[in-house]
């Protein structure tokens, strides 16, 4: 070899090795760099704003209305329509444990209240003469829960923490 370089392993010169230890530490560098400035930063993943918080929570909330409101639309007996009722209960619950805002906390217990109501009047609402229930009982109650629902939009404007809900 006659550019000075000594052969290390068949084909790799020492030069060679030095280059490529070189581009290794800058990127050894450059990583540790980045993990130091996510941690500084609270752990590399952005704070969550009250906006943000708000839209996933009316999002899910909106998921959990539109379910009940749908289970009181589908034929069904009462116990199983009260099942699908109280589930969607205890997911609003699930959420109204995470709220760290009181008027947040208030209207999602406002749902919780309101599924429950539905859920405890179902096997009294008015039915027809097949046993369906009456479609005005049935929209009535319906329209009870989506208020409910609403006055979260409510509660997360005047929301002003910069995290969570």
Known sequence: ??????????????????MRGTKTTAVLVLAGALLLTGCASGGGASP???ADSCATLQ???RDISNGAQNTLAAAGTPSEIQAK??????????LEEKADNPDVADALARVDEKIAEVSAAVETLPTDADGAIDGDAIAEQQA?????????KTACAGKTDSTGY
């Open 144 to 152: 009870g829960i989506q208020e409910a629902a609403d006055k979260l």
């Open 59 to 61: 999002s899910e909330v």
């Open 85 to 94: 009722l109280d589930d969607y209960s205890a997911r609003v619950v699930a």
């Open 48 to 50: 969550t704003t009250a």
């Open 1 to 18: 070899m006659h550019s000075g370089m000594v052969p290390r392993h068949a084909g790799q010169t020492i030069g060679d090795s030095t």
